[in-house]
């Protein structure tokens, strides 16, 4: 049974960090892109970044770029997410999903599992 369990949510200041987790289990984690997605209230689910299967190639979107990381532990069956000088506009709930090819994608509709989500909050 494929399980996705996002941990590292929290409240903090603008400008702050915070790192991600998502923990895999089920399936073989190091054949699947994965992929980070967030969704804040009355706004549609947003695209964050991705991360091949096995080769490190990640993609994310413009809005993370530069100061949001996504990587992968294999060995550990674990997705990552770091996310710097985070701002207000960041505030949702991050969920992790998995997509049973290597190659990552932007679409939701491509991802066949999904985590329940963790609450990143972040204050002015």
């Known amino acids: 049974q494929v399980q996705l369990v996002e941990s590292g949510g929290g409240l903090v200041q603008a400008g702050e960090s915070l790192r991600l987790s998502c923990a895999a289990s089920?399936?073989?984690?190091?054949?699947?892109?994965m992929g980070w997605f967030r969704q804040a209230p009355g706004k549609e689910r947003e695209f964050v970044a991705a991360?091949?299967?096995?080769?490190?190639?990640?993609n994310s979107a413009g809005s993370v770029k530069g100061r949001f990381t996504i990587s992968r532990d294999n060995a550990k069956n674990t997705m990552y997410l770091q996310m710097n000088s985070l701002k207000p506009e960041d505030t949702a709930v991050y969920c992790c999903?998995?997509?049973?090819?290597?190659?990552?994608?932007?679409?939701?509709?491509?991802?066949?599992?999904w985590g329940q989500g963790t609450q990143v909050t972040v204050s002015s």
């Open positions: 089920g399936f073989t984690f190091r054949s699947y892109a």
């Open positions: 999903a998995a997509r049973g090819t290597t190659i990552p994608t932007q679409d939701p509709r491509a991802y066949d599992s």
């Open positions: 991360i091949n299967s096995n080769t490190g190639y990640t």
